[in-house]
């Protein structure tokens, strides 16, 4: 259905609203899984993957739930529960790098993405991303896509070091870094408990339904999308 919006802004899952799950489940997290060791070992002391590293041996340090004999170990540990790490988030976002640059890897995004982008854009609303996946592997799924180069319509980028996407405190962070009132920005996600959260920080918050996603038990009360191009925004 189409769920018509006087918003500034749009904030933009990737998992699940403008990826398909499957993409970062199927290929994503398995292609950086059968690199793991062989890239740490071979670019652990360059900057951004020692940078990366430091993270995780801290996050490693302070976690009382998951015990790792090594870093390495550790790494997978969180890659089987899918756990929103920053650390990992960071060097998995430094593997996919090189496979995007070497052509092997190539985002995988909805066909309704890229005509929504220009539309939203043509009416003036701004669009931003928000994903546990780091800022960079963000840039990267845009940058590489199979719908070609999208960065250009995407004016800023938010990932876990603003907050995890369940506390309500994040998506007022994001308000402020965008300098929007939240009430002036949509928010769109699989989650519902995501959607929650931006709720609770006073942003208009839709449920987007795709082929693929977890089941949502009804009664949410979200307006729901099943692809972008249902969600009409004209700018406030
Ligand atoms: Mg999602």
Same mark, same amino acid.
């Given at each position: ?30 292609? $950086? ?42 790494? /997978? ?6 756990? &929103? @790490?920053?650390?990992? &988030? $960071? ?14 890897? /190539? ?26 996946? @780091? ?11 199979? /719908? ?16 995890? &996407?369940?506390?309500?405190? @994040? ?25 929650? %959260? %931006? ?10 339904? +795709? ?20 969600? $009409?925004? +004209?700018?406030?």
């Amino acid at each position: 259905m189409t769920v018509a919006l006087a918003v500034a802004a749009v904030v933009l899952d990737v998992e699940g609203t403008t990826a398909p799950i499957a993409f970062v489940h199927d290929v994503l997290f398995p292609y $950086a899984a059968a690199r793991l060791d062989e890239f740490v070992a071979a670019r652990g002391a360059e900057p951004a993957v020692a940078a990366a590293l430091a993270t995780l041996a801290a996050e490693r340090a302070a976690d009382r739930e998951v015990a790792a004999p090594d870093l390495i170990a550790y790494a /997978r540990a969180l890659m089987a529960r899918d756990r &929103k @790490s920053t650390g990992l &988030k $960071a060097l998995q976002g430094l593997i996919w790098h090189d496979g995007y640059l070497a052509g092997a890897l /190539r985002g995988e995004l909805y066909a309704d993405v890229g005509p929504a982008f220009v539309a939203w854009r043509a009416a003036g609303v701004t669009i931003a991303s928000y994903s546990s996946g @780091s800022i960079a592997a963000q840039r990267l799924i845009y940058a590489h896509s199979d /719908r070609g180069d999208l960065t250009a319509h995407l004016a800023a980028y938010f990932d876990t070091t603003t907050g995890p &996407k369940q506390a309500p405190a @994040s998506y007022a962070a994001i308000a402020t870094a965008l300098a929007l009132p939240p009430a002036r920005i949509a928010f769109v996600s699989d989650v519902v408990a995501e959607l929650a %959260a %931006a709720a609770a920080a006073g942003m208009h918050a839709v449920l987007s339904v +795709r082929p693929g996603n977890a089941p949502v038990a009804p009664g949410h009360g979200y307006p729901t999308i099943g692809t972008l191009d249902e969600l $009409a925004l +004209r700018p406030a």
